[in-house]
T-cell receptor, first 110, second 112 residues
Framework: GQNIDQPTEMTATEGAIVQINCTYQ??????LFWYQQHAGEAPTFLSY????GLEEKGRFSSFLSRSKGYSYLLLKELQMKDSASYLC???????????FGTGTRLQVFP | DVKVTQSSRYLVKRTGEKVFLECVQD?????MFWYRQDPGLGLRLIYF???????EKGDIPEGYSVSREKKERFSLILESASTNQTSMYLC???????????FGSGTQLSVL
């Protein structure tokens, strides 16, 4: 079966660093995506990890450990505009589907 | 930039009505998807298509059907709308499998 877990809500302060975790269980893992979704808007792509390790893209980085079924999204130098939901999604080879977690709502305070 | 266009931003329908949600993408993408998004449940896959005239059931296909007669257009059909189908519906497309999804702006459907 498939299961993706991420925290429901997180809060952080402007300028700080926050790490959003995602754990997953799938029959055939093929890759992991992170999407950002502002309230009332569509999700937009942030990152894609296939191999173990850290992928850095500006203020955002994403990490993957295939053996542990674990990923995290790291947001540095937080800005107010980073307040959004962050969705973890796993590509499952066995079902040929992309399955989303329920998302983590991040609130950034001044 | 890829554009995925959904025909309506807000829609209100009555129970039992037949509802069509249209989605068009302009970048010649092979793959198209329909998700619904509900609070606390996240995005759930209804149907997807990896080619014209091809369709596959997602995780929650009951009460829905789809049509993909042309590569750029993927329609979601609610044969007889029910109140539990009140939701935000998101269409997405991708160039290939395991490629990033481009989402439309969504249709908030209310079934009364």
């Amino acid at each position: 079966g498939q299961n993706i877990d991420q925290p429901t809500e997180m809060t952080a302060t402007e300028g700080a660093i926050v790490q959003i975790n995602c754990t997953y269980q799938t029959s055939g893992f093929n890759g992991l995506f992170w999407y950002q979704q502002h309230a009332g808007e569509a999700p937009t792509f942030l990152s894609y990890n296939v191999l173990d390790g850290l992928e850095e893209k500006g203020r955002f980085s994403s990490f993957l450990s295939r053996s542990k079924g674990y990923s995290y999204l790291l947001l540095k130098e937080l800005q107010m505009k980073d307040s959004a939901s962050y969705l973890c999604a796993v590509s499952d080879l066995s079902t040929d589907k992309l399955i989303f977690g329920t998302g983590t709502r991040l609130q950034v305070f001044p | 930039d890829v554009k995925v266009t959904q025909s309506s931003r807000y829609l209100v329908k009555r129970t039992g009505e037949k509802v069509f949600l249209e989605c068009v993408q302009d970048m010649d993408h092979e793959n198209m998807f329909w998700y619904r998004q509900d609070p606390g449940l996240g995005l759930r896959l209804i149907y997807f298509s990896y080619d014209v005239k091809m369709k596959e059931k997602g995780d929650i296909p009951e009460g829905y059907s789809v049509s993909r007669e042309k590569k750029e257009r993927f329609s979601l059909i609610l044969e007889s709308a029910s109140t539990n189908q009140t939701s935000m519906y998101l269409c997405a497309s991708s160039l290939g499998r395991d490629e990033k999804l481009f989402f439309g702006s969504g249709t908030q459907l209310s079934v009364l």
